[in-house]
């Protein structure tokens, strides 16, 4: 299965994870977010103001980055890209900077 709370759950599964009760509330969200995706596509969420709001944050070593890559992986978008928060952010301020 390519949805990012199989793949979770096969890491823990195999050992190479840890039960994380944060972690698995956080996957368990962006599964959610990974089925809306499907029908849809990542455009289509966005132009129906969908309610996909959540922020993921927390301590650091708490696995954040490694469940965005997990569901990277799992999204079936063509056109994506995945990029670290605070990249991001620095290529917005960049582009204000140039406009």
Same mark, same amino acid.
């Given at each position: 299965?390519?949805?990012?709370?199989?793949?979770?759950?096969?890491?823990?599964?195999? &050992?190479?994870?840890?039960?994380?009760? &944060?972690?698995?509330?956080?996957?368990?969200?962006?599964?959610?977010?990974?089925?809306?995706?499907?029908?849809?596509?990542?455009?289509?969420?966005?132009?129906?103001?969908?309610?996909?709001?959540?922020?993921?944050?927390?301590?650091? &070593?708490? &696995?954040?980055?490694?469940?965005?890559?997990?569901?990277?992986?799992?999204?079936?978008?063509?056109?994506?890209?995945?990029?670290?928060?605070?990249?991001?952010?620095?290529?917005?301020?960049?582009?204000?900077?140039?406009?």
């Amino acid at each position: 299965n390519s949805e990012p709370l199989a793949k979770y759950n096969a890491l823990i599964e195999s &050992g190479i994870l840890q039960p994380d009760s &944060g972690q698995a509330e956080v996957v368990a969200r962006l599964n959610s977010l990974h089925d809306a995706l499907k029908p849809t596509g990542l455009s289509q969420i966005f132009k129906k103001k969908s309610r996909h709001e959540d922020y993921i944050h927390g301590d650091v &070593g708490r &696995g954040k980055s490694m469940l965005m890559d997990l569901f990277y992986e799992s999204a079936t978008e063509q056109r994506k890209r995945r990029v670290h928060f605070h990249a991001f952010m620095q290529e917005v301020h960049e582009r204000i900077h140039d406009y």
